[in-house]
């Protein structure tokens, strides 16, 4: 999984970078996994919202991050579908 090891590395050292500029980063946990992750806090006012992949266990979803919080959103599983 050497991919997934380059993805967390970059996504380390952005919010370390991140940080140390006194950027505003809000933690929240995975949905799945429950390992913490990190996102940007949007201008107050703002919300962002988007499809989101955890960096530790892969499980998508969608994120919405406000000034104070992040909600999530997660797709409904397809009983028809194979999985």
């Given at each position: ?24 980063v809000i933690h929240y946990k995975c949905p ?21 992949i955890c960096i530790h266990c892969w499980f ?24």
């Open positions: 999984m050497e991919l997934l090891k380059d993805i967390k590395a970059e996504c380390q050292a952005f919010f370390n970078g991140a940080i140390l500029r006194s950027k505003p799945e996994c429950d390992n913490t992750l990190k996102t940007m806090r949007p201008p107050q006012g703002e919300v962002y919202n988007d499809h989101t998508e979803f969608i994120r919405i991050t406000d000034g104070t919080e992040v909600r999530i959103q997660t797709y409904p599983k397809h009983k028809h579908a194979k999985q």
